[in-house]
């Protein structure tokens, strides 16, 4: 069986080689779109291609249909080979690296001969680089910090891609009757936005063979460390999964342990020696007598310490203990409080399914309402809206609510902040809709007080409702906008504006310290999915993460709001 996520691979190498040849933006497109939507298929591929219904695949057209049942039947594509011998594997690889496309890794290699990320380095620490027809210091510059990010990324994982993994394993596990208890630990149960290693934690009586099904998982590409308590595996994806096996009564306290933050646990271990108490990974123990009094539970552990449950995205040392002595601790929102998804795009953009296909999974997912918001004009690559399609969007819209039932499609749009602060899409259309998202696409080398102004102006204006993805960082790819921040999220409570939380695996934006200082700040926050199809409406699952990391309750978040609530929540159409 050839799995979706190798397909997928393969269609995005293609459209990384195209790029470099600069050939076709719209046959590259379609590239990463079917890339795109293979990785995210709930079901697998190959089994659609044995039905001859991979036409029933969004994206996937006659000449790519061919080249699936290819890779099916022959495991390789003839195409994709003749392809990857035009061009140096260490080429592609420089498109990984922030702020290189293209044209600068073609430039690189055609000019310099540069082929790997370490020739690259090197050259731009000699000064090589600003020599080239287009670049200079400051892009030169740019480069090597783009460098560091790149080896930052090798070492961490996004929640997104370590969470399904670890899953899968857990699941695998569960099915083993020696398993009694089994749970994620560390920064992954913290549901922190990048991810080190994988921590597993397991009860059983019987560790030898628990780790016997460890090092021999599907998920094991090569077994690190290997004892009866404690191994270690490296996946197919190099992610390091760290096991330990413990006994049933002692589950609480390695959970409490291995959850972290270090700095959660080396205060929690303070507080009980000041009350005769010591806490490691086996239990609580009275220092007088070493008595066990504790070990089985977590929340037996937080009881005995007198501190009510600390859910663990807040076991950080970031004021917990405090908040948890008082009594306040919040009563985090959960996935289940959100009532819709205000953040949306469909094909009449960059996305793959209709307004019609999204309503109605979005309505299946138990949402009141949802906002399509596709991109603006601005964003040609995105075949973005114009004034005249918005319009003809917006009646569209009208007739579909007309004719569904049970959830309501608010219109809207995610219209583009220009670089001088202006939108593209004029105040008298703006009004037409539900609700205004604005986001900035371009410009994003602009000096802090051009990108906060632009900011500025746009919240400023009495039908933006919404600032999405406020510092437009892409985690491991593209360092945030010089921006800041804390004056957004003041300018924010002044003109009434919400800050999304764009709940993209990739975005995560604001985190969750920008959104839990804009809840102190009494700004209110969204949560968009940003879905470009039906798939990924499952990523509201990572804006909630980071809202419960930013301490949010319901009352912070405007999509917990019932639609009636939600309209009198957003500005005032003048
Ligand atoms: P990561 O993997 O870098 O995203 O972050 P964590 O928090 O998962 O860290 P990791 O995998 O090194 O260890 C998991 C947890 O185990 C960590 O959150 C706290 C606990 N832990 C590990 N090493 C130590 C240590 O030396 N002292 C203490 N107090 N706790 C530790
Ligand atoms: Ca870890
Ligand atoms: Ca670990």
Same mark, same amino acid.
């Given at each position: 069986? &050839?799995?979706?996520?190798?397909? =997928? ?38 089994? %659609? ?15 790519? #249909? ?15 080979? +003749? ?8 080429? %592609? ?21 540069? /082929? ?21 210091? +400051? ?8 460098? !560091? ?8 994982? %996004? ?10 394993? &857990?699941? !695998? ?58 191994? #270690? ?5 190099? $992610? ?30 303070? $507080? ?34 007198? %501190?009510?449950?600390? $859910?663990? *995205? ?41 307004? *019609?296909?999204?309503?109605? #999974? ?19 690559? #995105?075949?973005?809206?114009? *004034? ?10 009208? +007739?579909?609510?007309?004719? $569904? ?16 602060? @202006? ?79 764009? /709940? ?12 839990? @200082? =804009?809840? !102190?700040?009494? &700004?209110?926050?969204?949560?968009? /999915? ?16 980071? =809202? ?13 709001? @019932? ?12």
């Amino acid at each position: 069986m &050839v799995k979706n996520a190798e397909l =997928a691979e393969v269609f995005a190498d293609i459209a990384r080689i195209l790029k470099i040849k600069d050939e076709n933006v719209f046959k590259i497109r379609a590239y990463e779109r079917v890339a795109d939507t293979l990785e995210n298929l709930p079901m697998e591929a190959e089994t %659609l291609y044995r039905l001859g219904k991979l036409n029933e695949i969004p994206g996937v057209g006659e000449a790519i #249909a061919q080249k699936i049942g290819e890779l099916v039947e022959t495991g390789r594509l003839e195409y994709y080979e +003749k392809l990857k011998k035009s061009i140096p594997a260490g080429v %592609l690889e420089l498109l990984n690296v922030p702020d290189i496309g293209p044209r600068k890794a073609k430039l690189f290699y055609e000019e310099l001969g540069i /082929s790997s990320v370490e020739q690259l380095e090197k050259a731009a620490l000699q000064h090589k680089l600003q020599k080239l027809s287009g670049m200079g210091k +400051k892009a030169e510059e740019n480069i090597l910090r783009g460098i !560091e990010l790149y080896k930052r990324r090798e070492q961490r994982f %996004l929640l997104g891609t370590a969470l399904p993994i670890a899953e899968e394993i &857990v699941s !695998e596990f569960k099915s083993l009757g020696e398993v009694e208890k089994i749970s994620i630990a560390g920064s992954l149960r913290r549901r922190k936005d990048t991810i080190g290693d994988i921590d597993l934690l397991i009860a059983s009586e019987n560790p030898g063979k628990i780790m016997d099904k460890f090092i021999h998982l599907p998920q094991a590409k090569e077994v690190l460390a290997e004892g009866l308590t404690k191994s #270690a595996i490296l996946t197919h994806k190099d $992610m390091q999964v760290d096991l330990r096996v413990v006994s049933s009564d002692s589950f609480g306290a390695a959970l409490l342990y291995f959850t972290g933050s270090q700095s959660h646990n080396v205060h929690l271990r303070e $507080m009980a020696v000041k009350q005769g108490l010591k806490i490691n990974e086996y239990g609580v123990f009275q220092t007088k007598d070493d008595k066990k009094i504790a070990g089985e539970e977590e929340e037996e552990i937080y009881r005995i310490l007198g %501190l009510p449950y600390i $859910m663990p *995205e807040l076991r950080e040392d970031r004021g917990e203990f405090a908040a948890a002595h008082n009594n306040k601790l919040p009563d985090l929102v959960k996935l289940n409080d959100i009532q819709g998804d205000l953040h949306i795009h469909t094909v009449d953009s960059d996305g793959i399914n209709t307004i *019609e296909e999204m309503a109605v #999974a979005a309505k299946l997912k138990g949402y009141q309402y949802i906002a399509i918001t596709d991109h603006s004009q601005s964003l040609h690559i #995105a075949g973005g809206l114009d *004034e005249q399609r918005l319009i003809e969007q917006i009646n569209r819209i009208d +007739k579909i609510n007309k004719n $569904m039932k049970g959830i309501t499609v608010l219109k809207g749009i995610e219209v583009d902040i220009k670089s001088d602060g @202006s939108l593209d899409i004029s105040d008298h259309i703006l009004k037409e809709l539900d609700i205004v998202i604005a986001a900035i696409h371009s410009g994003l080398k602009q000096k802090k007080e051009q990108i906060t102004e632009r900011l500025r102006k746009a919240m400023e204006n009495p039908f933006v409702d919404i600032i999405a993805h406020p510092t437009g960082r892409i985690i491991g790819y593209r360092e945030a906008y010089d921006v800041d921040i804390q004056e957004i999220i003041g300018l924010a409570a002044l003109t009434g504006t919400v800050l999304e939380i764009n /709940s993209s695996p990739e975005r995560m934006d604001l985190n969750d310290v920008y959104a839990r @200082s =804009a809840k !102190e700040q009494g &700004v209110l926050l969204s949560l968009g /999915s940003d879905a470009h199809q039906i798939t990924t409406l499952e990523n509201m699952f990572y804006g909630v993460a980071v =809202a419960r990391r930013g301490w949010l309750e319901k009352t912070n978040i405007l999509n917990c709001l @019932s639609l009636l609530e939600l309209k009198k929540g957003l500005k005032k159409r003048q």
